[in-house]
Every structure is written in C-alpha cells, then in structure tokens.
C-alpha cells in the first residue's frame, strides 16, 4: 500500500503544477466559437456603424424562427440573400421554448445568430448574455408604434425590433352569436343558458395568468409596484379578480377539465367543434380557426362587471441578435437581416402569410387596411387597453404560482386570500433566491 | 490486488543484489526499469507509450487541471463548463496514466526480484502468453468499462460538482463565469422554508410513489401469473399473450393515452364512471386523485414483466414438491404460502430490486401524465413531482442547476446506501470462487 | 364443500378474473385505435367505433412531404438496431469474463456499476449534452447510440452472467483440453448455449430507444434526427394545434411490430429470464 500512497503524492504534485499554469496568451480557450476559431476572445464588435465593405461576409446565418411562420421567413430571406449572398439557414421552434433551447444550443456550431422572441424573454437573456444590444437609425425607429419599441428596450438598450405585436381577444363564433356580447355579465349569462342546453358558452383557460392577466389589472392588481419586490397580487382588488374567476368555474361554465396540461387544445377543439361560443385567444390562433372553418368574428374583450375594460397583457415579439458567435462581422450582418425582415414591405407580407400583427404606424392609421381585416382591427383596439407584459427577469417566477392559486381556487383547495398569499409568498421567495 | 499465477512470496533471505529496488526506482520513467533488467523491447514499448501519452494529451490536461481549480478567467475565451468537463476528463485520464505507471513500476519490481534471486527471467514468447492469458479478461471487459465510465461514471462525476458551484440563469455562459461556492446550495435548501418544505414533501411522495406502484405491479403479476398457471386452465397461449401487451406497447404512448382518458370533462374514464355509478373524480386537479391514477398506471404498465418471470419460475417448480404436499394434506393456500411464494421470492428478489429503483426514477410516467402537477398551493414542485421529475424542471425550466444538484446528490446517496445495504442482504450477490 | 365444486369455483373465478384484465389491458389499446381513425384532430371522447372513419391520418403520416414519420422511423429503426447489435456484443463478452474468469475487481465490479446506474443518467442530463459537445456528438445518432448503450449495460451483463454460469463450466474445459482458444469457447460453445438469454437481451435493448424520450428530446437538437418517441411527442406537446389523431395513429403502428416482437420472443423470456434469475 505504500507504494500507492506515493503513487497518489506525486499525482498530487503533478496536479498542482498543472493548476498553477493555465491557458496561455495564444491558446485560444474553449469559449464555444462557432465552429470557427476567431483566435482572439477579445472581438468584440466595434460599436457604430461600420460601412459594409469592412465588415467580412460569414457564409450563412442561423435564424430561429417561430412554429409554422417559416414561410413568412423564407420570402424575406430570399430577397437577403439576393442582396448579400448570405445564406439563411432557419429552424423552427416554439417561441416559448427559445430559451430552453438557447441554453443547450448556445454553445454549439447550431447556435442561432438571430431570434425571434416574445419581449418578456428579454430580460432574462440579457441577463444570461444571450443577446446583443442593436444599433438603429431613427427614421428607422419612427416606423413602430412607440409601445413596442419600448417593449424590447431595456435598461434603456434596445435590443431587437418588433415583429409583430399580440393581446389576446374575444374569438366568437358568428354562427351562434350575431354581436359581440357588451360586457362580461351579459356573456355569463349566455353561457348559463349554453350551459343548460349541455353546450359552453364562453372558454378561456384563466389558470394561465397570460390570459388571466386582464382580470386582474381591471379588478386594479397590478403585478409589480415600482420595484420587483412590491407585488400587488394579493391585494384586496386581486382577491376580487380571483374571486370573479372562480365564479366561472363554481357554475361548472368552465369544466374542470381546462384545469389540465392540455387545456389549450381542448379550448382550441370545442370551439372548433362548435361546442363553445366564444373563447378568449391571441391572434395565432386565427389561422387555425380558419383552416377548421368556423365562421368567427373577434372582437376587444368585454367589459369588467366593475364597469373596467381588460387590461390584457400585451407581448411584442421581437427579431434580436445574439452573442454566441465570435466570428467578426457575423453580428453586423445579423443585425442588418434584423433590419431587412421586419422592414415594412416583409412585415405586411408576413401578415398576409401568418396573421402575424406588425406593430407598424402605417398600417395601425391605415384606415382602408384596418377595415378589411377586421381580426387585425380588434387587436389593435384591445391593444389600447392592454398592458405590456413587463420586461424583468423576475416575470419569469410569476406564472407557476398564479397558475397554482387559480387552480387551488377554482378546486375549492384554499380561499382566494390564502392562495393569492402564498402565491405572492412563492414568488417572493423565488426572486431573492435567484435575482 | 492479487493476480492469479503470481506467487507473491516475500523471501526475505537469498537477495544477492537490489535489482528489483534500482529497477523500480528507474521506471517512474516508465520503460527505464526494464531497459535495466535488459528487456529491452517491453522497455521501448513502455516508453514509446507514455511519451506519445503526454504528448498527444499535455495541452488538453494543462488547460483541463487549470479551469478544474479556476473555473475560468476571462470572457467570452473560458466557458466554465466545457473547462469543468474538461477537468474531469483530465482527471480521469490521469487516473488511468498512474494505473499504467502502477503495472510498469511492479514488473519493473517483480523481474528485479527474479534478478536478485538469481531466477532465469522469462522470454519474449512466454511474456506474450502470459499477457495473452492474464489479459484476455481485461481485453474483453474494456469495450464495456470505457463506455461505463464516460456514459455512467463522469456524468455522475459532474452532477456532483456541479452541487458545489453556484451554476444557475445568472452564471452561464456567456454573460458570466461561475465559481466554486462550497456547501452553499445544500444550505440554501435546508435553511429557506420554502425549498425544505418542497424537498420534504417531494421526497415523502417519493418514497410513497416507490413501494405503492412497484408493490402493486408485483402482487399483480404474481397473482395473475399463479391463476393463468393453474392446471386445469385454458386457452393459456392466448392469455399470456394478451397479458404481455401492456409492456410490449411503448409506455411513452399508453402514458399519453391515460392522461387523455383520464380528463375530468373529457376522458373516457370519468364518462364510464358517469354512466355507471354517477360520480366524476377529478384525476386531474386533486392530489390524492392524480396519485391514485399514477400508481393504477404504473400497475397496469408493470405487471407483464413479473408476470413473465415468475410464470417462468413456475414451469420450473418441480411437480414432485406439491404432490408431497398434498400428501401431506396442505390447502391450496398453504401451498402458495409455503412452497411457490418462498421460490419465486428468492429467484427474482434481484430483479424486483431493480424494480424499485426503476420506479424510484420513474421520470416517464410523472411528466408525461400531468407534468408532476396538480400544482401544490405555497410549495414549488407539483403534488405528484418526484425527486427526478423536479430535478428536471429545476433544470430544463428555472436553470437552478446548481440546487438541482444538490438535491440529485442527495438522492443518490440515498438511494445507493439502500441497494448497498439489500444487495448485501440476497444471496446472488455472495459470490462463490468457481475456478 | 367437497373437491369438485371447489374446483368448479376456484376456476370460475380465475375466468373472471382474467377476463376482467382484459377489459383493461384491450380497452386503452382498442381506445387508441378508435382516436386513429376519427375524423379531425382533437383530443376526446372517442369511441371505439367513430360514428365517421377515416384513414386519412395513416395516410399523412405515411406521406413524406407532410409529415418527417417515416424518417423518424427509419431513425428509431437504425438506432434501435445499431444499440441491439452493440448491446449484444459489449454484454455477451462482459458476462462471459464475469463468468469464466477471475481477475482483479471481479467481485465487486458488476454490483458497483449496477448500483451507480440506480442513479438515473439524465439526472445527469446538462453533463451529458455537454459531454457530446465536448466531443462533437450532440445531434448525432452516434451519441444516443453510445448513451443507450452504456446504460444498457449494467443490468443487462447481469442478467446475461447470471445465465452463463448456469451452462456447466466442463463444456468449455473439454474444448479446451481439444486446443481451442478463449473466443473460440466464446463464439462456438458458449454463445450457442446462451441463446434464449440472447434474445432477451436482444429485445430489452432494441426497445430502449422506443422508450425513452428525454435523452433525445435534449441531444437531438433537429427534427430531422428526431427519434419516434420525440416526434410524435412534438405533435401533442404544443400549445395549440395539438394533432392526437396523428399521434395515435402513428403510435399504433409503432405498437404492433414491437408487440409482435415481444410475442414471438415470448419463450424465450419465460426460459431465460429464470434462468438467469434462478442462479444469480
């Protein structure tokens, strides 16, 4: 045994030297270059506007693009390549999985040089250094409506431009309602008669505070107060706006059964089914609701029963630039296919493709295009109402726990104040633990 | 430690001279010593091996050692957990360098021995024999243990490690270096309210979870297969058949499938109970409910595999033992009781070891049912999360890798002292020498 | 009551009892089946026997410009054989040195690895994927293969060396006594012997990659790599737009070969998995 103790010393030794060395100034370490080694971890773009001919060509970019909006892609990547001879190279993912993704694939040759995000993603990739602030001319700015500009600003950087702006809305099916209902009273009471003749009235899935979210701001509860540690959830106004959900489900006018992982595409089929009236959903669900051929109209949501609109949560999604690649010049020509795909020409015709909504002044004051694309119209109209999801990192730790208190309510597991407390409590807890 | 056909007298007298001392002292150059016992191909051999060793790896272990202490220095060069991976892989590789500099340094000693004692070395030839022999074992085990190492051993290496850095959204590439933080993490979930609570209640679950599925797919597949293998039964081939189904249906579908029939408005579950007895439970929304529903699941996907082993074990009971029985006026429950339990039990008590850990980290069934939900007011993992299911959303959605960590280190000592100690308990594990 | 009725009533209830499991057992299959052929794509009560029948969503899947199926089984497939193949070969000499052999770590070796893997590998699944990246093979075939591979290790070469040793030790004695040499005992008198234990091995291993999905959900990063589990996993997984018609019935023809597969191995698993289990 002696002669392994001796043995496990001199390794020691070695292994001591070898901690005292380390990477010198020419070996180029192993921060995830992108297949191409810049040999110099010190690349950092040169900020301001460097005229094209500086900056060198990469080959191709990466594009992460939203689920089924890749057609839309496509037609702007074209004209691109047409320009620059840059390839694009895209991948589908769901928008609310870039994230998760970019945590695994950041790192890899798969890495993406731009994305396509909600603008609720933007705090927390900044704070993981996903993604890079960009440069935008003014002229260029003036063509968005102020609201989503400010959306993707943060920290008073702005890092992305818009690509289309959301709020959810009221989806009715004409078959069965000629006008939209004019406030939420009258459609409960709708949806008690739909009720007695074994049908639903109106759907929405309130467990998730995305779409609960208006409830809440019109009953007057706001999420945060000035900083991230004063929430106002569990207010007097957020027990009201619980209290109010839970009615829908004490009646049994929502099943039970939206309580569940799923709940969204049950929602999706009893409309399309025509079991249901009228659901609350955002505009990406127009195409589907066409292709099933239901006869829908939509409209702002209904007034509160206190008389207050919705205050929906709006989200802007946005194309950004990410950090993952050293390759000098890479993020110069990213940046500038930021610019190409959500210009105006490719925004309408991408609206024209997907129902994707572009948060541009031309179109919003356009009155001829407003009229004839009504679905348009009223997510504009509800977007005046709405309220821009908030940009912090800390939104992350609020969806669980509101979605636990509404289930816990709707269950009858717990009274609305316990449950909006111990909510509260969580994401408190949860943001000084982690921010 | 000892190699068969080695005889590893120590004689004290009858040392002419200290070859086997100088020989060993030579080879911590490996090959020197058996240049010096004049073996001189062994000895280039030897050498040629370890130089093109510290050749071909030298940068790779310089940088690994380093970033195994540092963690990194700089951004964006250093990526904290490729230089983590990195330091493992190093170390592992010098684990086996020093386990080849072990088996050079005995050789070196061992033919010096012969030397001093005026012993005839042996030739080339019958070296080669020797290895061929003695290594033939080694050679075929090597393909399996290299693949064990890297797919088993340094994963699990590197989750530990991971427990005692503060690796979470805010420390990650490429925004941010991580660091060593010692014990932090295990105090955090010990001290905040919230995590011990959450950790209690998941890990309580758990060890439920465990001994009510695995004890009910046991005691249902040894039933059955005691019924189906009665003598006067018919039809057996078609039966055994059908039985197998559920195990040869990938569980990933029929987990699917019950997480739809299972809805509380919408699955077929709670129609049938509808229409028959009048009651709808609500599987989804309640705890005790969506538990129930899991341990019935896992039951129904368990049971084949017992029912298999043991309908084998009873084809192999020999006849003579019940005729005996009978003889002697045993019931039928006596002899279930005191002949067939007693054999099953000791010929698959391994194999139902493994069942049980299995479902300990039965990830499959939790996720793909109701994502561990239904959510738990005031807690932060769902009412059916097991430890491995909110080990993946700690890391898949939150990225606290570090606490996800600490709890994986956790459980595995956990679960490792518990197969320890019933591995030491069956007989299949106390090897007799057969050769 | 005297011996006869007895009978009469023990197997009475034995009837009943069988058949009630396979009420069960048929019910969610048949269920399956029934949402296959349903016209639309939600999730619902569907009934065995829909009113309307449509074999539309066999024919999506099987239409290669709509939808990746029949690539994602064509990978399952090369995965699944590629891990059985390599399973097999690694498992058989493994047990045969645990079995025949006497060296250093023998003992303890096979328990300690059996233990290790009671720590579930994608616990580990951040060091994995960084692993494959480190070495280039994440979204690879290649690197499943490997993963599925080392995992199926442990348990298995248990199980195998378990049957090894019951095949008495003076068969190899002889052939060695003739001149034969280590793997030629391996490959003519062991191998042949061991065969029942082979093909449970075999069909353990072929279903690995059916079963999991999380391993592959995170190192295959493109849907064209995608294994079956993780394709028709996408198709419900979304928020909206959910396809289960499509998914039964891509998930009804993955059941049936696997399950006649299992049937045809039937045997097989009753002899060797006692076998094996009998004489640890």
């Not at chain 2, 290895?131 to 290496?157: C, H, M, Q, W």
């Not at chain 3, 995965?79 to 070969?89: F, N």
């Amino acid at each position: 045994m002696k002669k392994w103790l001796g043995l496990f010393l001199a390794l020691g030794l070695i292994v001591g030297l070898m901690a005292a060395c380390g990477p010198n100034e020419e070996s180029s370490g192993n921060g995830g270059d992108s297949g191409e080694s810049s040999g110099e971890g010190d690349s950092q773009s040169t900020e301001g506007e460097g005229s094209s001919e500086e900056q060198p060509k990469p080959d191709k970019l990466i594009v992460w693009e939203d689920q089924d909006k890749g057609e839309a892609l496509e037609a702007a990547a074209k004209k691109f390549t047409d320009e620059t001879g840059i390839e694009i190279e895209y991948v589908e993912y769901n928008i609310t999985k870039m994230q998760e993704n970019m945590a695994l694939d950041g790192s890899t040759e798969k890495a993406p040089d731009v994305v396509t995000m909600s603008h609720d993603g933007v705090g927390p990739s900044v704070a993981k250094g996903y993604i890079k602030p960009i440069e935008v001319s003014d002229d260029v700015l003036n063509k968005y409506t102020q609201s989503s500009v400010d959306a993707l600003t943060y920290q008073d950087k702005l890092y992305g431009l818009p690509k289309a702006v959301e709020t959810t809305v009221f989806i009715y099916n004409k078959d069965k309602m000629e006008e939209p209902p004019e406030s939420m009273d009258e459609m409960y009471e709708m949806s008690k008669t739909a009720k007695e003749e074994g049908n639903y009235g109106f759907l929405a899935t309130w467990d998730n505070f995305y779409f609960s979210h208006g409830i809440f701001h019109g009953f007057g509860a706001n999420v945060f107060g000035e900083s991230p540690s004063e929430i106002g959830l569990n207010s007097e106004a957020g027990v009201e706006a619980i209290n109010y959900i839970d009615k829908w489900y004490e009646e049994g006018l929502f099943p039970e059964g939206l309580l569940s992982k799923n709940a969204a595409s049950v929602v999706d089929r009893l409309f399309t089914d025509g079991d249901a009236i009228a659901v609350q959903n955002g505009p990406w669900a127009f195409q589907n609701y066409t292709d099933k051929g239901v006869n829908y109209g939509v409209a702002p949501m209904p007034d509160l029963p206190n008389g207050e609109p919705q205050g929906t949560f709006m989200g802007v999604k946005g194309w950004f630039v990410t950090s993952f690649s050293q390759q000098k010049g890479k993020d110069y020509w990213a940046e500038e296919f930021v610019k190409v795909v959500s210009n105006e020409e490719n925004a309408k015709e991408r609206y024209d493709m997907t129902g994707e909504i572009p948060p541009l002044k031309a179109l919003v004051e356009d009155e001829e295009w407003v009229s004839n694309n009504p679905g348009a119209a009223a997510v504009m109209e509800q977007s005046k109402n709405a309220v821009a999801m908030p940009v912090i990192p800390e939104m992350a730790e609020v969806w669980d726990p509101m979605k636990t208190a509404v289930q816990s309510v709707a269950t009858d597991k717990t009274d609305a104040q316990k449950a909006l407390d111990d909510a509260v409590n969580v994401i408190k807890q949860q943001i000084e633990a982690n921010y | 430690m000892k190699l068969e056909y080695e005889d590893n007298k120590e004689i004290n007298t009858g040392y002419q001279s200290n070859h086997r001392k100088i020989a060993m002292f030579l080879s911590f150059i490996p090959g020197l010593g058996q240049m010096y016992n004049r073996q001189f191909i062994k000895g280039i051999g030897f050498l040629i091996l370890a130089a093109s060793f510290l050749t071909v790896f030298w940068d790779f272990l310089d940088i690994g050692i380093w970033g195994l202490f540092t963690l990194g220095t700089t951004l964006p060069r250093d990526n904290s957990i490729f230089l983590l991976v990195n330091g493992i892989i190093s170390i592992l590789l010098l684990f086996f360098a020093a386990i080849f500099v072990f088996i050079v340094l005995r050789d070196a000693y061992k033919n010096g021995q012969k030397r001093d004692l005026g012993h005839r070395l042996n030739s080339m030839r019958e070296q080669y024999r020797n290895l061929i022999d003695n290594g033939f074992p080694y050679l075929i085990l090597s393909p399996g243990f290299f693949l064990l190492v890297f797919v088993v051993i340094t994963p699990i290496i590197f989750v530990f490690t991971i427990a005692f850095t503060n690796y979470d959204l805010f420390h990650q590439w490429p925004a941010s270096l991580m660091d060593w933080v010692g014990f932090e993490n295990f105090k955090k979930l010990f001290t905040l309210e919230m995590w011990r609570s959450t950790f209690f209640n998941v890990f309580a679950w758990t060890l439920v979870w465990t001994f009510g599925a695995t004890t009910c797919q046991i005691a249902l597949g040894v039933f059955l297969a005691v019924i189906v293998n009665q003598k006067e039964l018919k039809g057996k081939a078609i039966i055994r058949t059908v039985f197998i189904l559920p195990w040869a249906v990938p569980a990933f579908v029929s987990i699917l499938i019950f997480s739809g029939m299972f809805n509380q408005d919408f699955g077929s579950i709670n129609e049938i109970l509808a229409s028959t007895i009048g009651v709808e439970i609500p599987w989804m929304t309640e705890p005790f409910w969506s538990r129930l529903a899991l341990i019935m699941i896992q039951t129904w996907l368990g049971f084949p595999f017992i029912f298999v082993m043991v309908t084998g074990v009873l084809q192999a009971i020999p006849e003579e033992l019940y005729e005996a029985a009978v003889v002697d006026g045993a019931s039928a429950l006596q002899k279930f009781r005191n002949i067939t339990f007693p054999l099953i039990m000791f010929s698959i008590a391994p194999i139902l070891i493994t069942q049980y850990t299995f479902n300990f980290n039965n990830f499959n069934v939790i996720f793909l049912f109701n994502g561990g939900g239904p959510p738990v007011s005031g807690q932060k993992a769902g009412g059916t999360d097991i430890l491995i299911s909110w080990i993946y959303n700690l890391t898949m959605t939150s990225q606290q890798y570090g606490i996800a960590a600490a709890i994986t280190l956790i459980m595995s000592a956990f679960v490792i002292a518990v197969a320890v100690w019933q591995f030491r308990r069956t007989k299949s594990f106390q090897e007799e020498d057969m050769m | 009551m005297d011996i006869k009725t007895n009978k009469i009533v023990r197997l009475t209830l034995s009837y009943a009892v069988i058949a009630f499991m396979f009420v069960i057992i048929l019910y969610p299959i048949l269920w399956v089946f029934g949402a296959s052929i349903t016209p639309g794509s939600s999730m619902g009560s569907f009934s065995l026997l829909p009113e309307k029948t449509t074999w539309g969503h066999y024919a999506h899947i099987f239409n290669m410009e709509e939808s990746n199926y029949l690539l994602w089984y064509w990978n399952t497939l090369k995965v699944c054989l590629i891990t059985m193949a390599a399973s097999v070969l690694v498992v058989s000499l493994m047990a045969y040195a645990f079995s025949r052999y006497r060296f250093w770590g023998r003992k303890n070796g096979l328990v300690i690895f059996l233990i290790l893997q009671m720590i579930p590998n994608f616990a580990a699944l951040i060091a994995i994927f960084v692993l494959a990246r480190v070495t280039g093979l994440v979204d690879t075939h290649l690197g499943l293969i490997l993963i599925y591979v080392g995992g199926a290790i442990p348990m298995n070469t248990w199980l195998m060396k378990g049957y090894l040793d019951s095949i008495p030790r003076e068969l190899d004695e002889s052939a060695r006594m003739d001149g034969a040499g280590h793997l030629r005992i391996f490959w003519q008198i062991i191998m042949p012997l061991a065969k029942p234990m082979v093909a449970v091995v075999s069909v353990f291993t072929f279903i690995i990659p059916f079963t999991d999905f999380i391993l592959a959900k995170v190192l295959l990063r493109t849907p064209e790599q995608y294994t079956l589990a993780v394709g028709l996993y996408q198709l419900i997984a979304r928020d909206f737009g959910s396809e289960y018609t499509t998914f039964a019935a891509g998930s009804i023809l993955i059941a049936i070969p696997i399950a006649i597969l299992f049937l045809s191995f039937q045997k097989y698993f009753v002899s060797g998995l006692t076998a094996g289990g009998t004489k640890g």
